[in-house]
């Protein structure tokens, strides 16, 4: 896939106002820097509007951005560059193939790059990984729903799940979860290139959704419908002001909000369907 790299020049407090912002346009990736931010936007979902939008926060904030054409063979020299190791604690940790192991966490996630975003925004991951700690994973059946690198489906097969669905529209995020659950040897996990549409009408006991606050939001009445009495939600990839939205739509629903955390301005949600 195609993608156009916004790359904004800014303070370092005006970083997270303008993901913020551009979260409501097309743009699936956030990477701040010590200039600034650059922001990532499909080639396939890019329109004028966009652009314009951007012109207009200018009359607002003070900053300057220009865009180049990443087309897809340059994005594995992309991730190597920007791509640190995670580390949530003594629980587990996230390393591409050409970082040092990391022996003293109890799980080590070991992924090889690939055209595809699956650490996301790394406070974001993060919480993602810390709130999965404290969660039962034994046999259930779980979908990771924008699966990225798979690297929390892969997470969800060492704490012992039953098996795994991992769905991501990027045809590049399915071949490398795929790659990367073998590496791992994660035999359950499941991945399949499309949206919620593939797995209409499934149960699972599990969900994790670590996307953007409008997808999981448009998706929410769907993810409901997939989960069983007592099953749990995860969520991150949005700030609080876009969190408050979420928690409510998920109240009316009938989801019960469990556990709340909060890393760098972004939020991770449990949601249990009680």
């Known amino acids: 896939m195609d993608y156009y790299q916004y790359s904004f020049l800014c303070e370092p407090a005006l970083s997270e106002i303008l993901i913020a912002l551009l979260s409501t346009q097309a743009f699936d990736t956030f990477q701040e820097n010590e200039k600034g931010l650059a922001a990532y936007l499909p080639v396939a979902q890019h329109e004028s509007t966009v652009d314009e939008y951007i012109d207009s926060l200018r009359q607002q904030f003070d900053f300057s951005y220009d865009r180049v054409l990443l087309v897809a063979q340059n994005w594995n020299a992309v991730w190597e560059s920007n ?72 997470l969800a097969s060492k704490l012992n799940a039953k098996h795994i669905d991992a769905i991501d529209i990027d045809e590049w995020a399915e071949e490398n979860t795929l790659e990367n659950a073998k590496l791992n040897g994660a035999s359950n996990v499941n991945a399949m290139l499309g949206d919620l549409a593939l797995v209409k009408g499934r149960q699972y006991d599990l969900i994790l959704a670590n996307i953007t606050f409008n997808v999981i939001s448009d998706s929410l009445p769907s993810l409901y419908d997939m989960l069983p009495r007592s099953a749990f939600l995860l969520s991150s990839g949005f700030f609080q002001a876009d969190a408050e939205q979420l928690i409510e739509q998920a109240t009316e629903l009938g989801l019960v909000l469990k556990r709340q955390m909060q890393r760098e301005g972004w939020v991770c949600l449990a949601f249990q369907k009680l």
Request: hydrophobic share 45%; net charge negative.
């Open 83 to 154: 791509f640190q190791p995670i580390v949530v604690d003594e629980f587990c940790a996230i390393r591409a193939d050409f970082h040092p192991a990391i022996t003293d966490v109890q799980h080590e996630i070991l992924i090889q790059p690939k055209m595809a975003f699956g650490t996301g925004h790394h406070a974001t991951t993060f919480q993602m990984i810390r709130m999965m700690e404290g969660v039962d994973f034994l046999d259930k059946k779980v979908l990771d729903y924008g699966c990225g690198t798979g690297v929390l489906a892969i």
